[in-house]
């Protein structure tokens, strides 16, 4: 009986091995688990307001970013900042070390995402203030 117990515990940890191997980071059958979603709450926008103007950054009409820093200004009044501060615009942003050219603003694919999702985010965060306020009352 001894050795029939050695011989299932072997082949018990081969299986394991080969399930290991060929589904690595997943339950064994028989193990699974609920799946839990994460959403993030979190913006990935550096700044929320543009440092020239102050402004959101959700209501600027011309959003650009600096490629270096990845802060987020207005278009035209940071073109502005950089021809008037030469020969070496340094980044608005307190403690930010960063040289602003021309060449490195711009309107990257993704700001302008990021940006919907933040109206996104807030127009849902309003709907969840009202709908808590409903139940409230």
């Given at each position: 009986m001894?050795?029939?117990e050695k011989y299932c515990g072997i082949v018990k940890l081969l299986h394991?091995?080969?399930q290991n191997v060929?589904?690595?980071?997943?339950?064994m059958p028989g193990e699974e688990q609920e799946d839990i979603v994460m959403t993030s709450t979190q913006n990935n926008l550096l700044n929320r307001k543009c440092p020239l103007t102050g402004k959101p950054v959700k209501e600027l009409q011309n959003p650009i970013r600096?490629?270096?820093?990845?802060?987020?200004?207005?278009?035209?009044?940071?073109i502005h900042y950089i021809s008037t501060k030469k020969p070496h615009p340094r980044c608005p942003v307190a403690g930010c070390p960063n040289i602003l050219q021309v060449g490195w603003v711009v309107c990257?694919?993704?700001?302008?995402?990021?940006?919907?999702?933040m109206h996104l985010a807030s127009a849902t965060n309003i709907n969840?203030?009202?709908?808590?306020?409903?139940?409230?009352?």
């Open positions: 001894h050795l029939v394991n091995l080969l060929h589904h690595a980071f997943q339950p600096c490629m270096d820093c990845k802060h987020i200004y207005e278009k035209e009044p940071v990257d694919a993704l700001l302008t995402i990021e940006i919907d999702e969840s203030t009202m709908v808590e306020d409903f139940y409230r009352s």
